[in-house]
């Protein structure tokens, strides 16, 4: 049971009774030094909650969301599902049992909208083979030269992730990359995880590029605070800029001799030692229980004896060039055209409407926000596209995705009820007030920052997003620190910090 007294200078006073005793009565007297009267607010629980239990509760189920997900022992949905019915059981253990209607007002359903509208984007936008033909093309404008082709194909995967999905930019891009780099002889992984890196950088510009972006620009405070689309575009732009051209530096430094982004091997020759292993595991799966199988191994040791005969030719006299792997411009330009031409005008039209609108998101009277904007587009480009099976786009949405961040939301609301949130805040305060008032919010930018980026590359950022932006919230409101550049650290942190190969 509490009482609540405010006015005048008189501090509130507040008084809780965690265990009652039955047919009991309290007395609250209260007294004040005030002249006249003043407004009196008094309020009471019946069953609060234990939050030193709550911390140590709330704190093992999210400690071992984090290890099923960085161990791999179950898909990251099921474990966010089972960490969150693990935290709603809790509660409900503790007298705090939720109603489904609470359950559903925790999930940041503008979050999940937008998510949902950009997948049916990206879904059929993919259709028209516009990923696959700006790869041919950056291969014939650079005149297939190593350097000015991958920073083309790392700039149009930068481009297209402001807006879409980066991961399913990056997986739309790769099978034509890594065709390239067998046209021209490069090993397709260093040209691969810089086209992951630009991704992640073009994705950090825009609230929709990357979710942790969307988290954080779909939260409530976040947007009180007034930050919008164009808002959020304008203060990450420059600060991204400077890391893109950073990464450049650094990846020509880190490939400055060209001879290490090929292969030490002539093709044909690393297509010889493949065939090799093939056959030796085949070989080696046999059992001696049968004559037949012994007369099948011996078959196979002696074609890898032959094979390994002409591996030790070909490395000895020279390897023979295959001309079946010169694949020529022409051959890849009618490899991958733009399969629907029709379909990609109308894919851009709506996709343009999108994005106006997301720059218009600030326009005091339009009251549009990101997710129904992106609804709107979405119903735009099924109804231009004029897809009569809908059941084909729904089943490329990724709906494990959409599960995973409904149970994030529902965790988040829980583990901040059992009080680890807070709890979390309360250290981060500690530490911040350490400093001086002059060099807090110093302080605060640097420590949200690099936590943020350094857990980002071991654990998943998004639940480590959806935590970190309420520990960021309730700096703003209990040291008074503006929230703006603390956002801004976040998302470079969670952004930047995931692209870390975890």
């Given amino acids: 049971m509490a009482g609540l007294c405010e006015g005048g200078n008189e501090p509130p006073v507040s008084l809780k009774a965690n265990k009652l005793i039955p047919h009991s009565i309290l007395r609250i007297e209260m007294k004040t030094n005030m002249d006249g009267s003043f407004p009196t607010a008094l309020y009471f629980d019946l069953s609060p909650i234990d939050t030193d239990s709550g911390i140590v509760y709330g704190a093992i189920v999210l400690l071992g969301l984090y290890v099923l997900i960085i161990l791999e022992i179950t898909p990251r949905t099921l474990a966010a599902m089972m960490a969150s019915t693990m935290s709603v059981a809790i509660l409900a253990a503790m007298d705090e049992r939720p109603t489904m209607a609470e359950l559903i007002s925790w999930i ?27 790869a041919v093309y950056a291969y014939k404008v650079t005149n297939g030269r190593v350097w000015p082709l991958v920073i083309t194909l790392c700039s ?3 481009i297209l992730s402001t807006f879409l999905d980066n991961v399913t930019t990056v997986l ?3 099978p034509v990359t890594i065709r390239l780099c067998e046209v021209m002889e490069l090993n397709p992984v260093p040209v691969l995880m810089a086209i992951v890196i630009y991704s992640n950088i073009g994705g950090s510009i825009t609230p929709v590029g990357d979710p942790p972006n969307v988290i954080i620009a779909s939260n409530s405070d976040v947007i009180e605070a007034g930050v919008d689309f164009n808002i959020f575009v304008i203060h990450m732009s420059v600060g991204i800029l400077c890391v893109a051209f950073t990464t450049y530096l650094c990846l020509r430094f880190l490939f400055r001799d060209i001879s290490t982004l090929r292969y030490t091997e002539p093709q044909d020759v690393r297509e010889l030692r493949h065939e090799i292993s ?14 037949d199988e012994d007369t099948v191994r011996v078959s196979l040791l002696k074609k890898v004896r032959r094979l390994a005969n002409e591996l030790k030719r070909r490395i000895t006299t020279g390897s023979i060039a295959v001309d079946t792997y010169k694949t020529t411009l022409e051959e890849l330009t009618a490899l991958y055209p733009i399969r629907n031409k029709v379909l990609l005008v109308k894919s851009g039209v709506s996709l343009l409407f999108v994005v106006v609108l997301f720059f218009l998101h600030s326009v005091p009277n339009l009251n549009l926000s990101l997710g129904w904007t992106a609804l709107l587009g979405a119903i735009l480009l099924l109804v231009l596209a004029d897809k009569r099976e809908i059941e084909g786009v729904l089943a490329r949405v990724e709906w494990g995705t959409l599960l995973f961040f409904a149970s994030l939301f529902i ?9 680890l949130i807070d709890w979390i805040g309360r250290q981060t305060e500690a530490v911040i007030l350490m400093a001086d008032k002059e060099s807090r919010l110093a302080v605060a930018i640097m420590l949200v920052l690099w936590v943020s980026a350094l857990a980002s590359s071991f654990v998943d950022n998004i639940p480590l997003t959806t ?18 550049p603390l956002v801004w650290a976040l998302a470079f942190g ?5 692209e870390c190969p975890s």
């Avoid at 509208?117 to 990206?122: H, R």
């Fill in 108 to 134: 940041d359903v503008e979050t999940l909208l937008l998510l949902f509208s950009m997948m049916i984007l990206v879904a059929i936008f993919s259709e028209t083979g516009i990923f696959d033909y700006l």
């Fill in 156 to 158: 149009i995967t930068a």
């Fill in 172 to 174: 739309l891009m790769t």
């Fill in 278 to 291: 093939v056959w030796q595991r085949a070989a080696a799966s046999l059992s001696s229980y049968s004559k």
């Fill in 411 to 419: 965790l988040m609301e829980a583990l901040s009820r059992l009080g």
């Fill in 467 to 484: 935590m970190m932006v309420r520990i960021v919230t309730n700096l703003h409101t209990e040291l008074d620190l503006p929230l703006q």
């Fill in 494 to 498: 969670a952004c930047l910090g995931g």
